[in-house]
T-cell receptor, first 117, second 116 residues
Framework: DQQVKQNSPSLSVQEGRISILNCDYTNSMFDYFLWYKKYPAEGPTFLISISSIKDKNEDGRFTVFLNKSAKHLSLHIVPSQPGDSAVYFCAAQLANAGGTSYGKLTFGQGTILTVHP | DTGVSQNPRHKITKRGQNVTFRCDPISEHNRLYWYRQTLGQGPEFLTYFQNEAQLEKSRLLSDRFSAERPKGSFSTLEIQRTEQGDSAMYLC??????????????FGSGTRLTVV
């Protein structure tokens, strides 16, 4: 049961253009969504998160958009740089019945982003 | 503190042998997580500790797997009687209480296990 899906295995963009990475989820009980970046031979690195009560969060070149009705979120990188080339994972946190969470994350399969100079 | 440290970085073992991995989290982090990542997939949750208490185990964690976190500091993950299907990257992560939503976890670089 893949509750978080990244349907595009790879994305290729030109330096300076926008990169848009997409993620879909099925569980409406997810309360936070996070994006991680992973370089080869390293662990994932946290990029940006968004609460389920918001529809946008921005941090420098990175913006995450959340469409709850469509159960869809996206990560926009503007402008894209060659150093952004990595695997990007979408992840979701499930709130427990008490409204808190211990932080267990469900990850998507990842999208390989390649930014060409 | 240089982050989450995992040892060894690579482990090759013969099928049927036991292996143990170690994770040293960021010292002030109460929570410690183990994940497993196979090729082409995202990390999958295995287990979670808050201080020394193991509070949840995934059904992915069969009886051959055991994890400990004595004294709420470092953690070990042991796999007994390894099988080829255990070949994967084993990732450890830590976080402070309440910090996951804004800042995420801090992951280590992982231990890559190859069972031959």
């Amino acid at each position: 049961d893949q509750q978080v899906k990244q349907n595009s295995p790879s994305l290729s963009v030109q330096e300076g253009r926008i990169s848009i990475l997409n993620c879909d989820y099925t569980n409406s009980m997810f309360d936070y969504f996070l994006w991680y970046k992973k370089y080869p031979a390293e662990g994932p690195t946290f990029l940006i998160s968004i609460s389920s009560i918001k529809d946008k969060n921005e941090d420098g070149r990175f913006t995450v958009f959340l469409n709850k009705s469509a159960k869809h979120l996206s990560l926009h990188i503007v402008p894209s740089q060659p150093g952004d080339s990595a695997v990007y994972f979408c992840a979701a946190q499930l709130a427990n019945a008490g409204g808190t969470s211990y932080g267990k994350l469900t990850f998507g399969q990842g999208t390989i982003l390649t930014v060409h100079p | 503190d240089t982050g989450v440290s995992q040892n060894p970085r690579h482990k090759i073992t013969k099928r049927g042998q036991n292996v143990t991995f170690r994770c040293d989290p960021i010292s002030e982090h109460n929570r410690l997580y183990w994940y497993r990542q196979t090729l082409g997939q995202g990390p999958e949750f295995l287990t979670y500790f808050q201080n020394e208490a193991q509070l949840e185990k995934s059904r992915l964690l069969s009886d051959r797997f055991s994890a400990e976190r004595p004294k709420g500091s470092f953690s070990t993950l042991e796999i007994q009687r390894t099988e080829q299907g255990d070949s994967a990257m084993y990732l450890c992560a830590s976080s402070p209480l309440g910090g996951i939503s804004y800042y995420g976890y801090t992951f280590g670089s992982g231990t890559r296990l190859t069972v031959v």
